[in-house]
């Protein structure tokens, strides 16, 4: 996938695919920030914007990231791991949180998609065990206030994924008249 090739519209939405395997080659900081600012552009619950985020990129931390749970491999493999944490405290809408959270997890992957990046989101939040490891990794305390939600493996694609489409339409799954 080329940087820019694809527009801002329904191209990136079904071209974003779960990218497991990368290059060595390094993220940009320019990419970081404008992964990050998808994120932090996503609607939230009163504006609430529960997130903070922390940026791995050193090899080590990256293996602890990738040993906190069964699904989380590509964090050893990625140049760069993205992980979002949610805050806990200080919010007006707690129990939307969850899902503030994850429209910015999405935001972050379709930038990525468009920058020509692959990602793939290892869910944390709400296992117990799997937030406990995350949180050792990033030296995140209690007192923060704040819960490591997913983990977000990025880089280079170590080898091109074809577009697909729109893989799981189901029109059994629509609705629209009520008895």
């Not at 527009?7 to 990419?31: C, G, H, L, P």
Request: glycine share 6%; net charge neutral; with cysteine.
């Amino acid at each position: 996938m080329d940087k820019g090739a694809l527009k801002m519209d329904s191209d990136i939405i079904f071209a974003r695919t779960s990218v497991r395997n990368y290059t060595d080659e390094d993220v940009s900081e320019s990419d970081v920030r404008d992964i990050l600012a998808a994120g932090m552009a996503a609607p939230s619950a009163m504006n609430q914007q529960p997130w903070e985020f922390w940026v791995v990129r050193d090899p080590e931390r990256r293996a602890l990231l990738a040993n906190s749970s069964p699904y989380a491999q590509p964090c050893g493999r990625a140049p760069l791991v993205i992980v979002t944490c949610m805050k806990t405290a200080n919010i007006r809408m707690p129990e939307m949180a969850p899902q503030d959270m994850g429209a910015c997890c999405e935001n972050i992957l379709l930038e990525a998609t468009r920058l020509g990046l692959g990602a793939v989101w290892q869910a944390t939040y709400p296992d117990a065990k799997r937030m406990g490891k995350v949180a050792s990794a990033i030296r995140l305390t209690n007192s923060d206030n704040l819960v490591p939600f997913s983990l977000i493996a990025a880089g280079h694609p170590a080898h091109q994924q074809a577009a697909t489409g729109p893989k799981h339409f189901e029109r059994s799954r629509i609705h629209t008249e009520f008895a």
